[in-house]
């Protein structure tokens, strides 16, 4: 079954507001084009936190924290009513309010029309820039979409295989990750090597487990980071099938048949099936039955 995929690199903000207005014309213009999904980026909705002296420090935890909302808040209700009037789904970055006051998450939320909020995954591998606003969640999530079963990551997650798997293991027939990723040495442009990192993993990601991988990432010069945008659609060969231009902002769009690519991928490799040519048995110290050599 073929579906429309769509991810943005978006032009954020601080200003959440601003910020909802620039989804909900995405939005539209996604539906516009026949896109049954969308994904934002990172801290789509409250903007990735900025740079900052160490004299900035406590202002900026507490704007993070006063500016984050719950699953319930006003603008996860504006994307989620227009997310019905349009007939899509859609997933974005939300600082998300705990239930105790200054528990704060980075979140990935999934919302349609018939239900309203379906999930939201709090990201797992939190940052050293990160922990001073966000906690770290504890539950790899796969969510069911119009296209397949999504596993969520968000950003930082994709740096370990172990990440993918799991979500592989649950489930996933993709993976879906919002990022903000920026670029170490902004006069390098598409060579720097956080670029390149960027799309090393997403690719390997892939097709070490023959399933299909979503980025959707900041784009623009925003909080003292240059983010270079670059949202991709890849297949599950590590094969990119649709991408936004270095540096800007917009969307891209592809419409892909997600069962039918992963067969294909089998295929195409001479019948490796990494996923079933697993050999878990021989796993002794990711299992506990041999103590770990070096950890960090």
């Not at 299909?212 to 060969?237: C, T, Y």
């Not at 039918?260 to 991928?265: E, L, T």
């Amino acid at each position: 079954m073929k579906s429309v995929i769509a991810t943005c690199s978006f032009p954020g903000t601080y200003d959440a507001d601003i910020n909802l207005a620039l989804h909900l014309e995405y939005m539209r213009e996604a539906a516009a084009q026949g896109v049954q999904l969308l994904v934002f980026p990172e801290q789509s909705m409250q903007g990735y936190p900025r740079t900052y002296s160490a004299e900035e420090e406590g202002q900026v935890i507490d704007g993070v924290n006063a500016n984050a909302e719950t699953l319930e808040g006003p603008h996860v209700r504006a994307v989620a009513s227009l997310a019905a009037e349009l007939g899509i789904e859609v997933i974005f970055g939300l600082a998300e309010a705990g239930v105790r006051p200054g528990v704060t998450y980075n979140s990935a939320v999934l919302v349609n029309g018939s239900q309203g909020v379906v999930g939201a995954y709090r990201k797992i591998h939190v940052p050293l820039q990160e922990r001073i606003f966000f906690w770290p969640g504890n539950e790899w999530m796969v969510l069911d979409t119009v296209a397949g079963s999504a596993g969520l990551l968000i950003c930082y997650d994709k740096a370990w295989p172990e990440s993918t798997r799991e979500l592989l293991l649950r489930g996933a027939d993709m993976f879906i990750m919002p990022t903000a990723w920026w670029l170490w040495d902004e006069s390098a442009g598409p060579t720097d090597m956080w670029f390149e990192h960027y799309c090393l993993f997403e690719r390997v990601r892939a097709v070490e487990n023959n399933r299909w991988f979503i980025s959707s990432n900041l784009a623009g010069d925003i909080g003292g980071r240059s983010f270079f945008g670059v949202s991709q659609i890849i297949n599950p060969n590590g094969q990119i099938v649709a991408a936004t231009p270095f540096g800007e902002p917009g969307l891209a769009i592809a419409e892909v048949d997600i069962a039918r690519g992963i067969q294909d991928s089998y295929h195409l490799n001479s019948g490796a099936h990494l996923l079933r040519d697993r050999r878990p048995d021989t796993y002794e110290v990711l299992d506990g039955r041999r103590p770990i050599a070096i950890d960090g």
